[in-house]
């Protein structure tokens, strides 16, 4: 079944505590993206990922950081977690972004920083 | 900047109750918009991508439509199950194509 995974899907955890989402998709698409959702605001592109070893920030990168070694995962990373950072995260990917094709979503992972 | 309203914030149906939802638009030069549902502790789910005003697409009891300034979501003789939150997204014509969405519209369809 093609699907984009996210672990965990639920965390809990407090200020300055390293933390990494993991994403992976199994779809072998080339642009991978981060979002977070957050009540009145919508969905927000953190970053994004055209191919392996090519990242980009999007519109909200400040705190975050990621990686993409491999084609399949791209993982978020929150050195030094704030509370301003507890929101909805979304990982999505796509084939090459110079399509139209939809980006396809993970179901989520709900951040709670104390 | 790319910039997308959606309205109304919510919505509220009787079941069988037809209407429709409204997406409005501003892009340098649209490549796509894409419609989205999305469920309570689950991801946005792909409806439909139109590229050109005049498009339409349909599903089930799901029609979209698109002009050059914005695009609607009609829903025919609606069901509970289509309660959700939709979300219109558009993609420019920039080197970065990323999704720019809108803040969604909650419907809710009662039986």
């Known amino acids: 079944e093609a699907q984009v995974t996210q672990n965990p899907r639920y965390l809990i955890t407090v200020t300055g505590k390293k933390l990494t989402v993991t994403c992976s998709q199994n779809?072998?698409?080339?642009?991978m993206s981060w979002y977070r959702q957050d009540p009145g605001l919508g969905l927000r592109q953190i970053y994004y990922?055209?191919?392996?070893?090519?990242?980009d920030k999007g519109d909200v990168p400040e705190g975050y950081k990621v990686s993409r070694k491999e084609k399949r995962n791209f993982p978020l990373i929150l050195e030094s977690p704030s509370p301003n950072q507890t929101s909805l995260y979304f990982c999505?990917?796509?084939?090459?972004?110079?399509?139209?094709?939809?980006?396809?979503f993970g179901d989520g992972t709900r951040l709670s920083i104390l | 900047e790319d910039q997308v309203t959606q309205s109304p914030e919510a919505l509220r149906l009787q079941e069988g109750e037809s209407s429709s939802l409204n997406c409005s638009y501003t892009v340098s030069g649209l490549r796509g918009l894409f419609w989205y549902r999305q469920d309570p502790g689950k991801g946005p789910e792909f409806l439909f991508t139109l590229y050109s005003a005049g498009e339409e697409k349909e599903k089930e009891r799901l029609k979209a439509t698109l002009t050059k300034k914005e695009s609607f979501l009609h829903i025919t003789a609606p069901k509970p199950e289509d309660s959700a939150t939709y979300l219109c997204a558009v993609r420019s014509t920039g080197a970065n194509s990323k999704l720019t969405f809108g803040k969604g519209i909650t419907l809710s369809v009662r039986p």
């Open positions: 779809m072998n698409h080339e642009y």
């Open positions: 999505a990917s796509s084939p090459p972004s110079d399509g139209n094709q939809p980006q396809h």
């Open positions: 990922s055209m191919n392996v070893e090519v990242t």
